[in-house]
Structures are given as structure tokens and as C-alpha cells.
């Protein structure tokens, strides 16, 4: 989006009058959004082909061509495109197949404010993205890697008719690909308003376990990725430390009395930031992984080198990302900085951003990799807490050991 | 009257006749064991008397021994207390012996016969009988049945008969209980065991035989206490052709019958059954031989599913409109705003041609046109639109605004194809419930909502758990509309709560109506239990609640009530099901 400065918006929809009225209320935009308007998907890739847009969104239920089938060329055509949809679609049913495309998902009706700002944040967020290359990898990712064994286990479960869904949660919750699709089609408006998630394990009883399973076996909303690139990603620790890491700073929130939308924000950011590496990783190869091995000691350090050697930090990319899935400012804000807290605008008090940092902390021991920013924690006063916290995690650890 | 009265001798006092003294001057009470009491009873009823006594004569000492009376609440001749009652004796002796003698080929009359009342030593009044007379197992016996007499009434002979044979049937099975029936004794056991109600009748539909199945299904106790009743009595009437007159007539038409048949229990409630109806041949006599299968709770699934199956309907059809409505509800909402926005503008625009238009009226080449704006501007009233405008678009927008609530809410209380449990936030559930059925309560009730911000989410059927909060919801503000909430007195208030109780959420609804009478407690939850008139209440809302909640659920439904003041609901819900608590991984 870097090219102009105007953001072009491609809106489509069969319907001529809510193209008018969505023209008609661009008036109060005008200069900031550039919009341009299609009657059918044909006639959006034609329009698409004439001139670069930043975002779509689409109808979903379109004669010839539906707004899925629309959304998905445009995914492969031009994947630097944000993918949302406008869509009056009462049953979840008729909508499944948008799982995979969209990044978000808007119910008409829709104010113009909640557009606008929906918009708004993802392209702020995407100033910080500014290589393109990056850029369309982010826009562009349909789901996450998934652990091809958890796939292949996930896929077995679920031929079971009377499968519970206290089975598929672990399975859930150790793979950020599968655990983080779910948080996007919660987060993302697809399911209703975003619900609070304090464990990814939930998210398939928030979904209900009928949906769940057709999203799974006939949408393949996830994707099982090869075992070179579980090696070159180095996904097996990413995804585990993303486990326990949310772990931790659920713990962290609610030994703190934060409430549940705190809980879940603190949850949510420390299970998706570890994408951030990931998605570095994809794009920049090598010379990523040489940055990591010079810099992976100490997290402030390796952010600070991504950002002067690549541009864009993982906790930025991460950001992005979690913007596109419409998570809320509050989980941006602490993906973005969870490294290097006392860098981020700062908070009069607790929050997610604290609870995800101290949680990061935390797993890593007291002597680990992962230094607690003294400078940022300092003002809150929680040093006497943080010891507990490191004993509380210590044990839970233990018990989960015995258990197991 | 007076020769027949001297051709009488008249019976002195015993401790039976004390008896059936105090019977018949009573009226309404029997005495006497069981099973001579039933023949009595039955007796009155089959020839339409309005009281009847039975005695038994004892050949060799040519004794009469009065067993059993019974008064049908109708004053017996007007017997005033401390009356002797005289029967003509040695008549009914030697009819007895007549018809003794006649064995085995036992014959049975019934004749006219007058039953006088002494009052201290005088004739006080008479009153005419019909007796029958019958022998069994060797003795004869004697019913008198009181009864108005008139001339042209003629007693059918065979329905003397079929009577007296029935009795018999009747007598073995109260007088011999035990009386080994080898061959009976195994049907009995097989219907027995089957679990079948089982009665028989006679054509008139009064019961000769039943066992206790079938007295539990008519809520009538005990298998004894159900003879000689009529089936017609505890059997729901209904407008088309009744169901016994259907059972009845499998008897005539020689054919058997199948058909559903509704009882009703003494306290109201209902069995709904299978019948099998068929005629037989017992002791001579036709009789109906009904086997009955309960299938209430059958009913009451069916009814459940059909009921889902119409919620399901519903849930479609309402996901169908809310897209019809979303669609132009975004462009009006929209284009709301934007002649909102607009006109602002425009307003701008106008202030600035107010001041121009000020300075053209000084201008001597303008002042025509000037005026002539003015006077435009005028007619149009700015002021005025400068006021309703916007406020005319405002209050577009919040209905608007509304629509697109009541469509959401009601997309989200249908819940249209989730069968598997989904976790559910019940605050919202109540919430879009509440919005759905505001039209029941907001005319009789004030909606005070209390919930608790920290509930968890509960794994749950959503849209039947929808349905129980809205049958309650909408329990709630009938009981409040019953003592008169609305215009006249004020509205009443219901109050809904969530809140979160070790490993459970707990939903109370309480209103100020009219509150659950002490009477009827133990049976709000049976089904098709009502006190709501027709049209208004099925008697499966509740039923349907407590099924929903403790089966499918695991849950508790519970309520308090005080008769006048008003009901609470309480509903608590497990927040898991026991296995993996709150998500955390089991040892798989």
C-alpha cells in the first residue's frame, strides 16, 4: 500500500443500491479512500485487472460467481490484497467455504464507522510492512502450518462420529496453525461478534463440533505442511513455545484478577507472536536464520537487527497479521511489543502486553533467553508478584509433568 | 298400595338393617364388603336406580342376610331417620327358592317390588323396587334396586341378563380371590408381564375385570377400585365421535379395533394410550376386551420433536429473512446518513447565502432577485428544517438501528443447524431471547436484568436452550398478566439473573404473578399438564424445560413459589461435563 496514499477500496455486491449508498457515504472520506465499485465478481477481476487495489469486500452470495470463488482468485491473483466480506448471510452454514479466503468477516449492517475503522487499522498496520514481498506473503497466507502429525491425527479423530471435542483440544492448542485459524474466524467477525478466548483449546467449543468438523474435513481450513519446512520453520519449538507461552500469560492475568477480556487478549497475543518469526523466516530465508543465530540470545537485540537489516521486526509482522484477523488493538498492541515493552507507548497499567511479556518470561526460566523488561515493569510495581509467578508457573509445570 | 303393604311381613331390626337404614337415609354411602358393595353400586347404575341393596339367602335355615347398599345421594323415599325398612320376605324367600330349584338353568327376574318405611310403628312411605334375582355358586342372591316406577317402563330382559352373568364373573373373581385358575392365571401373568393396561366391559362400557396397569393409567389406585366404574368416565371426551363410543362399537361390528385413547386422572392429568379393542365372549355375555399401552411418554418425544422440527423450520426461515431484511437495511441505514451528513453541508452553505442574501437586499440591481430568494427561503421554513432534519434522520438511524437488533437477536435465539453442544455465552442467549419475545412482556412487565459479567461460557444445545428460557419468559409474564398486570394495576416486574456457582451457572427468573397454587407443585413439569386455557398453553412447555435441562443437559430445574406474590425459576447448568475440566489436557 505503499505506492499511493490513497487507499483504494474495491466494493462488491449485486445489490446496485448498496453500492450507491455505500458511494454516497465515501463522500466523507473523500481523499483518504479511493473507491471503486464492481456489480459481480467477473466484473471485479476485470476491474482488479485494470488498476492495483489495497482492499476488497465483497458480497457473498452473487449470481455466476460467488463472493467465495471471488475471494479466492483474488487471494491467488493478487495476494496482497486485503480479502474482507460484507455480507448479510444469516446461517453459518452458507458462508463456510468464506473461512479460507477472508480475513475478515463484516454483518450487514454494518455502520460506515466500523468499515472505516476496520480498514483503518489494518492499514496503519501495514505501513510497518513495507516490503512487498512480505506484504503479499502476510496478505496472501490463507491458514498457518499445521505439525503434519497433528494434522494427520486431527483428520483420524474426526472420522470418529461420536469424537469429543475434549479430544481434539490439545490437538488444537499445541498447533498454533490450526489454533490460530480458529482465534482469526472468532476474532474476525465470522462467527458473530469476537468472543473471549482464554485457552485456543475453546475455540472448537465456541464453534460447536459439527461446524468444526466441516470446516476441517470440506473447507480444509487447515494445511499440513511438510516435514523440510517443519525443520527450515523450526515449527515444532515455535508452535510449543506459543503453547506454553499463552499458558503462562493466561496465568499471569488471572492470578492478577484481570478480566475476562484481559485474560483472553494476554492469551491471544502470546500465542500468536511467535508467528511473527515464522513469517520472517518464509521470506527471508537464510539470511533470517543467521540473523537469529547472531541475535537469539537476547529477544531486544534480534528486534532491533530485524528491524535495521530486514525493515520490519517479527513482533510488526506478527502485528500485521493479527490486524488483518480483526484481533482486537489491545492483542496488536501487545504482539507488537512483547519483546521490547518499555519501546512501546507506554500503559499506566497492567495489560495484556504485560501479562504476554511476563508470560514469555516466564517459560523461559529466570535465567533464560528471554529477559524481563526491567525498565517497562518498573512502574507497575509487580516485582514482588513476579517471583510468585515464576514459582506458581514452576509448579504448574510440575503437576503437568506428574500428571502426564 | 295398603293391600300390598298387608300382604308384607315386616322385618324386624338387625344390625344390617340398622345399616342399611343409616345407608339409605344418609344417601351417597355405601356399606358392606367390596365385593358385594360393586354389585350393588353396579347394579344402580346399569338399571338407573337411585339406591340398591343386596342380599343373600342361605336355603337351609331360610335366612336372609342383608350384605351390601347403596345410595346414590337421592333421598331413598324420603326415610327419615329412626325408620325400620320393610321388605316383603317371604316374596324374595320364595323367589330364592324358586329359582334354587331351577338349577342349573338359573333364571332371574325382575319384577316390581315395594320397600315401605315405618316411622315409630307407622306407614310412612313407600317406594318402589325392582329386584333381580340369581343364583351363584348354589346361592341365590337378591338385589332390590330403588327406583321410580312408571308404567311403560319396560326392563330389558337382556340387559338382566347379560347383568346377572357378568355378576357372576364378577363375584368369582371379588369372592374367591384366590381361587386357583390355572389356565387364567398364565394369560393374566403374560399380559402382566407385557406391562398391558387390561379391562373388561360390557357393552355399556362398565368395567368387569381390570387389572392394575390400567388402574394407574386412569389414575384410579387399585385394580378393585376400578369395577364396575364406566370406561366412558375417565376417558377424555372430545368433540369428534367420542373414543368410546368407537370402542364400544367394536363390540357390534364384530371387528377389532385401534385407536388412541386419552384417560383422564382424577387430579386432571392425562395418559395417552394404544387401545386394541376386541369383542370376546365371557360367560356367555358379549364384552369389550381392551388392552391399553401407555404411550405418554412417547407422545411427549414426539411432541418434542415435532416441536424442534418446527423451531428448525423456524430457525430456516428466520435465517432467510434476516438476509432479506440486512441487505436494504445497510442501504436505508446508509443513505440515512448520508442525507444527514449532506444536509449539513447544505446548512453551511445556506448560512453563507443568509449573509449574502442581506447584502443583495441593499443592492438596488439585485433586490428583485433577492427578494424573491427570501421569500423562496421563506415558504421552505429553514428554521425549521434546520431542526427536524436532522432529528427526522436521527431517529431514522435508531430505528434502523432497532431493526437490525431484533433481526440479529432473533438469528441468534434460532440458532439454525447446531445439533452438536457449543460453548454459549447465556447472557447473550437470555439478551437476544429477551428482544424475540419482548412483545409478551413489555405490556404487562418491567424487565429488570442482572447479569453477571464474569459467566463463563456454557457447553449447551443453543436453540433448545433458548426455548426454555423463552417458555419461561413467556411463563412469566402470563402469571403476571393472570392477576392483572398491565393497564389497570400497574405492571408487574420479571427479573432475570445469571451468576456463576462452584462449577455451575445458575439462571433465576422471577415474577410477581400469580404464583403456583400449593395443589398443583408436584406436577407442573408432567406434560400436557395446564392450567392455561386452550390456545394459550399445551402443558409441554415445562415439560419440555425440565427434559431439556436435566437430560440433555445434566442440569437442575427448580422453583420456588409463593400463590399471589409470584414464581422463581432457578436453572443451573454445569459449566463441563465432568470428564476434562475447564479444557485442561487429559492424559491422552
Known amino acids: ?404 | 298400595m295398603t293391600e300390598e303393604w298387608n300382604e308384607m311381613s315386616m322385618v324386624k331390626a338387625s344390625q344390617s338393617y340398622g345399616l342399611l337404614h343409616d345407608t339409605l337415609a344418609r344417601g351417597g354411602h355405601a356399606f358392606g364388603t367390596h365385593a358385594y358393595r360393586v354389585l350393588a353400586e353396579n347394579a344402580a347404575k346399569v338399571f338407573g336406580g337411585s339406591a340398591a341393596i343386596l342380599l343373600t339367602y342361605t336355603p337351609k335355615t331360610q335366612h336372609m342376610v342383608l350384605r351390601a347398599g347403596i345410595g346414590r345421594g337421592v333421598d331413598v323415599g324420603g326415610v327419615p331417620e329412626g325408620a325400620w325398612l320393610n321388605i316383603d320376605l317371604d316374596d324374595l324367600r320364595s323367589e330364592c327358592d324358586r329359582v334354587r330349584c331351577q338349577c342349573p338353568a338359573e333364571v332371574c327376574a325382575l319384577r316390581p317390588f315395594c320397600m315401605l318405611a315405618l316411622v315409630d310403628g307407622m306407614l310412612s312411605r313407600s317406594c318402589m323396587c325392582r329386584r333381580i334375582i340369581f343364583s351363584y355358586g348354589g346361592q341365590p342372591m337378591a338385589v332390590l334396586i330403588v327406583r321410580d316406577p312408571s308404567p311403560e317402563d319396560e326392563i330389558d330382559t337382556e340387559l338382566v341378563e347379560s347383568y346377572t352373568a357378568l355378576m357372576r364373573l364378577m363375584l368369582e373373581r371379588l369372592l374367591d380371590p384366590d381361587k386357583p385358575r390355572e389356565e387364567e392365571d398364565l394369560y393374566r401373568n403374560l399380559i402382566e408381564a407385557t406391562g398391558t393396561g387390561y379391562v373388561v366391559a360390557d357393552l355399556r362400557g362398565v368395567i368387569l375385570d381390570a387389572n392394575d396397569e390400567y388402574a394407574r393409567m386412569t389414575g384410579l389406585g387399585s385394580a378393585e377400585q376400578v369395577l364396575a366404574q364406566n370406561i366412558a368416565d375417565n376417558t377424555m371426551q372430545t368433540d369428534k365421535a367420542s373414543d368410546v363410543e368407537t370402542l364400544l362399537s367394536c363390540a357390534k361390528d364384530r371387528v377389532v379395533r385401534h385407536l388412541k385413547v386419552s384417560f383422564v386422572k382424577p387430579d386432571g392429568g392425562l395418559t395417552f394410550a394404544e387401545v386394541n379393542a376386541s369383542r370376546v365372549c365371557i360367560a356367555g355375555q358379549d364384552c369389550i376386551l381392551a388392552l391399553c399401552q401407555d404411550i405418554t411418554e412417547r407422545q411427549q418425544l414426539e411432541n418434542q420433536l415435532a416441536q424442534a422440527q418446527k423451531l428448525e423450520a423456524i430457525g430456516q426461515l428466520a435465517a432467510g429473512i434476516a438476509h432479506e431484511i440486512n441487505t436494504p437495511t445497510q442501504y436505508v441505514g446508509d443513505n440515512v446518513r448520508f442525507i444527514d451528513d449532506a444536509f449539513r453541508d447544505v446548512l453551511n452553505v445556506l448560512d453563507g447565502l443568509s449573509a449574502l442574501l442581506d447584502a443583495a437586499e441593499q443592492e438596488p440591481r439585485c433586490q428583485e432577485l433577492a427578494g424573491q430568494v427570501r421569500e423562496a427561503m421563506d415558504a421552505a421554513d429553514i428554521p425549521f428544517l434546520t431542526e427536524e432534519v436532522p432529528a427526522a434522520a436521527r431517529q431514522s438511524q435508531e430505528g434502523i438501528e432497532r431493526v437490525g437488533r431484533i433481526v440479529r437477536a432473533m438469528k441468534e435465539f434460532s440458532h439454525p443447524g447446531s445439533e452438536a453442544m457449543s460453548a454459549i455465552d447465556i447472557n447473550k442467549m437470555l439478551q437476544s431471547t429477551l428482544t424475540v419475545c419482548r412483545n409478551e412482556w413489555k405490556y404487562c412487565a418491567e424487565m429488570q436484568t442482572d447479569f453477571d459479567d464474569h459467566l463463563p461460557v456454557v457447553p449447551c444445545l443453543a436453540s433448545e436452550l433458548s426455548q426454555v428460557f423463552l417458555n419461561l419468559i413467556v411463563n412469566a409474564a402470563h402469571a403476571i398478566e393472570d392477576v392483572g398486570g398491565g393497564e389497570e394495576q400497574g405492571k408487574g416486574t420479571i427479573g432475570i439473573r445469571t451468576c456463576r456457582c462452584e462449577g455451575h451457572v445458575m439462571i433465576t427468573i422471577t415474577d410477581t404473578g400469580s404464583g403456583i397454587p400449593d395443589d398443583i407443585r408436584d406436577r407442573i413439569f408432567d406434560p400436557f399438564f395446564t392450567t392455561k386455557d386452550v390456545g394459550r398453553g399445551t402443558g409441554q412447555g415445562l415439560a419440555i424445560a425440565r427434559s431439556i435441562i436435566v437430560e440433555k443437559h445434566s442440569g437442575v430445574i427448580d422453583f420456588t413459589s409463593t400463590p399471589g406474590q409470584g414464581t422463581t425459576f432457578t436453572i443451573k447448568l454445569p459449566l463441563c461435563h465432568a470428564d476434562v475440566e475447564g479444557g485442561r489436557e487429559s492424559a491422552a
Open chain 1, 1 to 404: 500500500m505503499s505506492e499511493h496514499d490513497q487507499t483504494r477500496i474495491l466494493f462488491v455486491d449485486d445489490e446496485p443500491k448498496i453500492l450507491a449508498s455505500l458511494r454516497r457515504m465515501l463522500r466523507r472520506v473523500r481523499g483518504e479512500w479511493d473507491a471503486v465499485y464492481a456489480n459481480s465478481g467477473l466484473e471485479a477481476l476485470d476491474v482488479l485487472s485494470e488498476q492495483r487495489c489495497d482492499v476488497i469486500v465483497s458480497d457473498i452470495r452473487m449470481p455466476h460467481m460467488t463472493g467465495v470463488e471471488l475471494l479466492q482468485e483474488v487471494r491467488r491473483r493478487y495476494p496482497h490484497m486485503v480479502r474482507m466480506v460484507l455480507s448479510g448471510q444469516a446461517s453459518r452454514e452458507s458462508v463456510l467455504g468464506a473461512a479460507r479466503p477472508i480475513h475478515q468477516y463484516l454483518p450487514k449492517p454494518c455502520s460506515f464507522e466500523k468499515l472505516k475503522s476496520s480498514v483503518d487499522r489494518i492499514v496503519a498496520l501495514s505501513r510497518a510492512v513495507a516490503d512487498d514481498e512480505l506484504h503479499a506473503i502476510i496478505c496472501g497466507l490463507e491458514s498457518l502450518p499445521s505439525l503434519p502429525e497433528n494434522h494427520d491425527r486431527l483428520i483420524e479423530y474426526l472420522q470418529h462420529p461420536d469424537v469429543s471435542r475434549n479430544t481434539v483440544a490439545p490437538l488444537i492448542r499445541r498447533d498454533v496453525g490450526m489454533g490460530g485459524k480458529l482465534i482469526q474466524l472468532l476474532s474476525s467477525g465470522f462467527f458473530g461478534p469476537p468472543q473471549n478466548i482464554a485457552d485456543p483449546g475453546e475455540t472448537v467449543q465456541l464453534i460447536g463440533l459439527d461446524i468444526f468438523r466441516s470446516l476441517v474435513i470440506d473447507i480444509k481450513i487447515f494445511r499440513r505442511c511438510d516435514e523440510q519446512t517443519v525443520e527450515t520453520l523450526d515449527l515444532r519449538r515455535q508452535w510449543q513455545k506459543a503453547h506454553e507461552m499463552a499458558r503462562c500469560a493466561t496465568m499471569v492475568a488471572k492470578s492478577f484478577d484481570a478480566d475476562a477480556t484481559l485474560c483472553s487478549a494476554a492469551c491471544n497475543a502470546a500465542y500468536l507472536h511467535g508467528i511473527g518469526r515464522v513469517l520472517l523466516a518464509k521470506r527471508f530465508g537464510d539470511r533470517y536464520v543467521r540473523l537469529r543465530e547472531q541475535y537469539g540470545e537476547n529477544p531486544r537485540e534480534l528486534a532491533h537487527a530485524e528491524a535495521r537489516e530486514l525493515g520490519v521486526t517479527h513482533g510488526q509482522a506478527a502485528a500485521y497479521l493479527a490486524g488483518l484477523w480483526g484481533l482486537s488493538p489491545s492483542v496488536i498492541q501487545a504482539i507488537r511489543w512483547l519483546d521490547i515493552p518499555s519501546e512501546a507507548p507506554p500503559e499506566e497499567q497492567f495489560s495484556p502486553l504485560t501479562a504476554a511479556h511476563i508470560g514469555c518470561a516466564l517459560i523461559h526460566g529466570p535465567d533464560g533467553h528471554h529477559p524481563l523488561d526491567e525498565a517497562y515493569l518498573a512502574p507497575l510495581g509487580l516485582d514482588d508478584r513476579i517471583a510468585r509467578w515464576q514459582q506458581e508457573w514452576t509448579e504448574k509445570q510440575n503437576t503437568e509433568v506428574s500428571h502426564v
